[in-house]
């Protein structure tokens, strides 16, 4: 997954990503997916809220951003969970986060 950079207030492209493990991308058939995003000072969430599956068998998801997802200007970590049919769930990336920058805009 890579970082994601956009100004603050704008709409921004929806987030996408392809979710893998050490055996590549996991299956997400049958699979619920969620987005949270929080500061990078972990003090506040700002986004958790369901995501899209794209193509389960690929592993892609995307999630399109909301009003007020977006508003704010700062550095944040964002990180897909899955709930898999059998009732386990797993954290995409499994290390780290995804990087999102909201930069203030000019006008």
Do not use: C
């Not at 055996?23 to 929080?38: Q, W």
């Amino acid at each position: 997954m890579t970082d994601y950079s956009v100004k603050a207030g704008d709409a921004g492209t929806e987030i996408a990503a392809t979710l893998k493990d050490s055996a590549g991308a996991v299956d997400l058939t049958g699979a619920t997916v969620a987005f949270a995003m929080a500061d990078a000072q972990f003090r506040a969430a700002k986004v958790n809220a369901p995501a899209s599956v794209v193509d389960a068998a690929a592993g892609k998801v995307s999630y399109q951003w909301q009003p007020g997802d977006l508003d704010t200007a700062g550095s944040y970590v964002a990180e897909f969970e899955v709930s898999f049919a059998d009732g386990s769930v797993a954290t995409f990336p499994s290390s780290g986060y995804v990087h999102i920058r909201i930069v203030e805009d000019l006008i």
